[in-house]
């Protein structure tokens, strides 16, 4: 055991001293660099970056310059605050800065070496809000407009926020009548449990519904643990606008902006490096054979295979094989985009040879494809992914459901008129299945909705992918109207 001891106390000593070599700038013969460039780390930087709400209440903006140690394995230690802006922003410039492990460390003598490097992160100023005891509070004058000067206001509104900018609690609209604030509406504020699991995690979804319990605004999916795994903006009900989804470790995964008829889309690794920038055409509809335009591809080690829309990609991901559904795999697709579409022979197949597709196309359009399953056989098709319609299309299943749905008498007597939101899955054979009420009005409608969309059973054509049916799950809005 002394031994050991004495052998620890030679080696211990090497090991701190080569750890503690930390280069400057001006001391590498290659100094080390964010992966994909300086501005994809800029832009990793804003678009993680979560203001504290006392600052944004203050309009607060400014630079926090931070120092760290870019570590041979792309991460980063040491970090530090150079300059202060204040100690909640330096806290969040820290935590973003820490989780960004895509560097490409400085070399030395031909070998890579720790170097310190020296990162400002901006903190943008906004225009200031009052923010009291958990509340944001909004003055708007009688023509709705918002005003700073709370005297001339004759409406006051309270949003309840946590110390994460998230909301907690009901939106109250006051109007001012005489000297006293009366409650003149209100947002209800809902958490709604989601069906299943994302990570084998329970989730919820936080928000703001209206009063056909759609939801309105910002709404947050999180896990029971409060780990926010997206947000999405949404306009009565139906995602419009900018929408986030986020890696485990907190960072943002993808991130979603409506520009006119475009969704511009980037993507990021768990490490931080860019992944992907990508448009989808919103304005087509969801049936148009591949509306999506890759610009830009990265590979994980920060190597840009796709640029301004031209180059080979090789796409990895871990799915679960079809030898073996207790065990995963890795599935590998490549191709060539030309101008920013797919183009020419398109392959995929997952590493333990249970699954393997090929496609040919021309100009984005796939001209045709072939598709093998272990233990099956091979399939051949033109659409890679068919969504399931109504035989007829919507006219016919417009048709349907007048000729087949009947107004309960109890909802016509209390004059109950809306929309039931139907959820349901169409499987393999074109039935209908797990049918259930996502939002109803009561009445008898939510079961008459119900039993039209079951009598709907087997009408339908089932979705497919290359070539392989499969199951979809499907929502679709029912109207009551007396008129």
Same mark, same amino acid.
Request: charged content about 25%.
């Given at each position: 055991?002394?031994?050991?001891?004495?052998? /620890? #106390?030679?080696?211990?000593?090497?090991?701190?001293?080569?750890?503690?070599?930390?280069?400057?700038? /001006? &001391?590498?013969?290659?100094?080390?660099?964010? $992966?994909?460039?300086?501005?994809?780390?800029?832009?990793?930087?804003?678009?993680?970056?979560?203001?504290?709400?006392?600052?944004?209440?203050?309009?607060?903006?400014? $630079?926090?310059?931070?120092?760290?140690?870019?570590?041979?394995?792309?991460?980063?230690?040491?970090?530090?605050?150079?300059?202060?802006?204040?100690?909640?922003?330096?806290?969040?410039?820290?935590?973003?800065?820490?989780?960004?492990? +895509?560097?490409?460390?400085?070399?030395?003598?031909?070998?890579?070496?720790?170097?310190?490097?020296?990162?400002?992160?901006?903190?943008?100023?906004?225009?200031?809000?009052?923010?009291?005891?958990?509340?944001?509070?909004?003055?708007?004058?009688?023509?709705?407009?918002?005003? =700073?000067?709370? *005297?001339? +206001?004759? /409406?006051?509104?309270?949003?309840?926020?946590?110390?994460?900018? #998230?909301?907690?609690?009901?939106?109250?609209?006051?109007?001012?009548?005489?000297?006293?604030?009366?409650?003149?509406?209100? #947002?209800?504020?809902?958490?709604?449990?989601?069906?299943?699991?994302?990570?084998?995690?329970? %989730?919820?979804?936080?928000?703001?519904?209206?009063?056909?319990?759609? !939801?309105?605004? @910002?709404?947050?999916?999180?896990?029971?643990?409060?780990?926010?795994?997206?947000? *999405?903006?949404?306009?009565?009900?139906?995602?419009?606008?900018?929408?986030?989804?986020?890696?485990?470790?907190?960072?943002?995964?993808?991130?979603?902006? &409506?520009?006119? %008829? =475009?969704?511009?889309?980037?993507? !990021?690794?768990?490490?931080?490096?860019?992944?992907?920038?990508?448009?989808?055409?919103?304005?087509?509809?969801?049936?148009?054979?591949?509306?999506?335009?890759?610009?830009?591809? !990265?590979?994980?080690?920060?190597?840009?295979?796709?640029?301004?829309?031209?180059?080979?990609?090789?796409?990895?991901?871990?799915?679960?094989?079809?030898?073996?559904?207790?065990?995963?795999?890795?599935?590998?697709?490549?191709?060539?985009?030309?101008?920013?579409?797919?183009?020419?022979?398109? %392959?995929?197949?997952?590493?333990?040879?249970?699954?393997?597709? &090929?496609?040919?196309?021309?100009?984005?359009?796939?001209?045709?494809?072939?598709?093998?399953?272990?233990?099956?056989?091979?399939?051949?098709?033109?659409?890679?992914?068919?969504?399931? &319609?109504?035989?007829?299309? @919507?006219?016919?299943?417009?048709?349907?459901?007048?000729?087949?749905?009947?107004?309960?008498? +109890?909802?016509?007597?209390?004059?109950?008129?809306?929309?039931?939101?139907?959820?349901?899955?169409?499987?393999?054979?074109?039935?209908?299945?797990?049918?259930?009420?996502?939002?109803?009005?009561?009445?008898?409608?939510?079961?008459?909705?119900? $039993?039209?969309?079951? +009598?709907?059973?087997?009408?339908?054509?089932?979705?497919?992918?290359?070539?392989?049916?499969?199951?979809?799950?499907?929502?679709?809005?029912?109207?009551?109207?007396?008129?």
């Amino acid at each position: 055991m002394r031994y050991l001891y004495l052998l /620890f #106390l030679v080696v211990c000593p090497a090991l701190l001293f080569a750890q503690q070599t930390a280069y400057q700038l /001006f &001391e590498v013969d290659s100094v080390a660099e964010p $992966r994909g460039g300086q501005a994809y780390l800029n832009l990793f930087l804003q678009t993680n970056l979560r203001k504290p709400i006392q600052a944004e209440a203050l309009g607060v903006g400014g $630079r926090v310059m931070l120092t760290g140690v870019a570590e041979t394995d792309g991460s980063v230690s040491g970090i530090k605050v150079l300059t202060s802006l204040r100690p909640d922003c330096d806290r969040e410039a820290i935590r973003v800065f820490s989780l960004f492990k +895509a560097w490409k460390p400085a070399s030395k003598g031909g070998k890579p070496v720790r170097q310190i490097v020296n990162i400002p992160i901006m903190f943008k100023a906004n225009e200031p809000f009052i923010y009291v005891n958990g509340n944001r509070i909004s003055y708007f004058d009688s023509a709705d407009k918002l005003t =700073k000067d709370s *005297t001339q +206001a004759t /409406f006051r509104q309270v949003i309840p926020l946590d110390t994460n900018g #998230l909301p907690s609690d009901d939106i109250v609209l006051y109007r001012l009548k005489g000297k006293s604030w009366k409650v003149e509406r209100q #947002l209800p504020f809902v958490r709604k449990n989601e069906p299943g699991s994302r990570a084998k995690l329970r %989730t919820y979804q936080i928000g703001y519904q209206d009063a056909e319990h759609l !939801w309105q605004g @910002m709404a947050y999916t999180l896990t029971s643990d409060g780990q926010l795994l997206d947000q *999405t903006y949404y306009e009565h009900g139906r995602p419009k606008g900018p929408r986030i989804t986020y890696h485990p470790n907190g960072l943002v995964a993808e991130k979603s902006d &409506e520009v006119d %008829t =475009k969704r511009m889309i980037t993507a !990021w690794y768990a490490t931080g490096q860019i992944k992907l920038i990508r448009t989808v055409d919103v304005a087509q509809p969801i049936v148009v054979r591949n509306p999506v335009l890759v610009s830009a591809y !990265w590979d994980s080690t920060g190597n840009q295979q796709v640029k301004d829309g031209n180059g080979r990609a090789v796409f990895r991901e871990t799915v679960r094989s079809y030898a073996d559904t207790t065990k995963q795999t890795t599935f590998i697709e490549q191709g060539v985009y030309q101008d920013r579409v797919k183009q020419g022979v398109w %392959t995929g197949r997952y590493e333990d040879g249970s699954y393997f597709y &090929e496609e040919i196309y021309d100009k984005g359009v796939c001209q045709k494809g072939k598709a093998r399953t272990i233990g099956k056989d091979t399939v051949q098709y033109t659409v890679p992914e068919q969504l399931p &319609e109504f035989k007829g299309g @919507m006219p016919a299943l417009g048709q349907f459901l007048s000729q087949n749905l009947h107004y309960p008498p +109890a909802a016509q007597r209390a004059k109950v008129q809306g929309r039931v939101f139907i959820s349901f899955v169409i499987n393999k054979e074109g039935e209908v299945e797990d049918v259930e009420v996502l939002k109803g009005i009561g009445f008898g409608t939510d079961e008459e909705a119900v $039993r039209v969309v079951k +009598a709907s059973s087997g009408r339908w054509v089932p979705g497919a992918q290359r070539g392989q049916k499969i199951k979809v799950k499907y929502n679709l809005p029912i109207n009551f109207s007396l008129q």
